[in-house]
């Protein structure tokens, strides 16, 4: 991501005073796999493509773990940004449960990757809950509801007769075990740490200017002339593709986070489950290891330009009297305040994928708010790929599925 599409103070990189660095890329090499995104996403393939013996290098062009994994609050659902019944207009509710199962699978997979190689990000397995405090929308949350459970999904139906919330329930859907928070930052430098041993080589400050493609291969240029020659090359930049495409992937926001000082008395009800409204734009909360609550959403229309000082303490403002007014019982006081762009899709699934005109260029773009999970799940998919083995439902994510 563009470092001017992140402004303000991220917490994830302010928190974490052990700064890791790797090296810039000084000679030509070559590999198997060149992917370039240095961020959460990045790191997340070199997990999976090292793991399965396959030569890989990342390529970043400013600090690894950085940009938009900085500014994610990575709180982590299964469930998508719209509810099932307003997805149906654009996919089967068939595809939505399947995709509903992979954002399972792909927090079972992060569970494996915490007890295999140990918990320093911060992870936590929590629940989720998507509720309302209209009534008019109750209904859309029974629907919910009621399409989750059919499915064989652990939820519970929560509203005014059962709600254990301090805050206004008219109708909610909890998923037992349907989320988790963990630390981006830390999370990336694990990765890499733990990929770097089966081979991985990371080089940040390595910035690719050009992509040449050719019948054996691909070739990187970077920005200080070295080159990178591969088999195939995968854009794991976000919404920041023009070094592969001139096609707009997906529709860009900006959205605003701010996170609180550390708070004694924060119920534990709160800090087992992530929340999300049914508002639009919504908001959506969580609690960090060290009690802090971190609250993102007040979305506007995309502005290249964030630096726009009225524009985000306006949003800024919302949040925090959004908070204030959720827990009326907690000393709030905010430590920070940053906001980025943001990419969704109409399907809320991202593109994991072969490019349909480029058999050397693939994609692992995670558009949504379930950026994490999609690309744990392009990680375990596009590493199959490239072993010969396509996964079913790779369809889901097919890079030209909107081209028809």
């Known amino acids: 991501m563009n470092t001017q599409y992140v ?3 991220c917490i994830f990189t302010r928190i974490n005073k052990s700064k890791k660095q790797y090296e810039y890329l000084t000679d030509d090499i070559d590999t198997d796999v060149i992917i370039i995104g240095g961020g959460v996403t990045g790191a997340i393939l070199g997990y999976y493509f090292s793991k399965n013996n396959i030569n890989c290098v990342i390529l970043e062009k400013s600090r690894i773990g950085h940009g938009s994994t900085c500014i994610t609050t990575a709180l982590l659902q299964y469930e998508l940004d719209s509810n099932a019944m307003e997805l149906n207009k654009y996919t089967s509710i068939e595809n939505i449960i399947k995709s509903y199962n992979l954002g399972i699978k792909a927090l079972d997979e992060i569970q494996e990757f915490v007890d295999n190689h140990g918990n320093s990000c911060d ?3 929590v629940d989720s809950f998507l509720y309302t405090a209209m009534k008019l929308e109750k209904k859309e949350m029974e629907e919910e509801y009621n399409i989750r459970k059919d499915s064989g999904l ?4 929560i509203d005014e007769n059962n709600n254990p919330f301090l805050f206004d ?3 909610g859907v909890l998923a037992k075990g349907g989320g988790a928070v963990l630390d981006p930052y830390k999370f990336t430098h694990h990765l890499i740490d733990v990929s770097c041993k089966q081979g991985l080589r990371a080089y940040e400050n390595t910035e690719a200017i050009d992509v040449k493609y050719c ?14 020659k591969g088999k195939i090359v995968i854009a794991a930049t976000g ?3 023009a070094l592969f495409t001139k096609r707009n992937f997906g529709t860009k926001t900006t959205t605003f986070n701010i996170a609180t000082r550390p708070i004694d008395n924060i119920e534990n009800i709160y800090k087992n489950v992530v929340i999300r409204d049914n508002k639009d734009p919504y908001n959506y909360f969580r609690t960090t290891r060290d009690n802090r609550l971190i609250i993102g959403g007040e979305d506007i229309n995309f502005i290249p330009d964030i630096y726009n000082e009225e524009l985000c303490n306006k949003s800024y403002e919302k949040l925090e009297q959004r908070l204030k007014s959720l827990f009326p019982n907690l000393n709030i006081e905010i430590e ?5 762009a943001f990419a969704s899709t109409q399907d809320n699934l991202g593109f994991i994928g072969k490019g349909p005109d480029n058999s050397k260029l693939w994609y692992c773009l995670g558009y949504g708010a379930n950026g994490i999970l999609f690309a744990v799940l392009g990680g375990m998919m596009l590493s199959k790929l490239y072993l010969g083995e396509a996964d079913k439902d790779l369809s889901l994510f097919k890079v030209d599925r909107f081209d028809n």
């Open 7 to 9: 402004q303000g103070d």
């Open 123 to 125: 992870f936590k397995r």
């Open 154 to 157: 652990p939820v519970e139906f």
């Open 169 to 171: 329930v008219k109708g």
């Open 215 to 228: 019948a054996n291969g691909v070739t990187v240029e970077t920005v200080y002339g070295y080159k990178v």
């Open 239 to 241: 919404y920041n593709t």
């Open 336 to 340: 920070y305040r940053y906001c980025g």
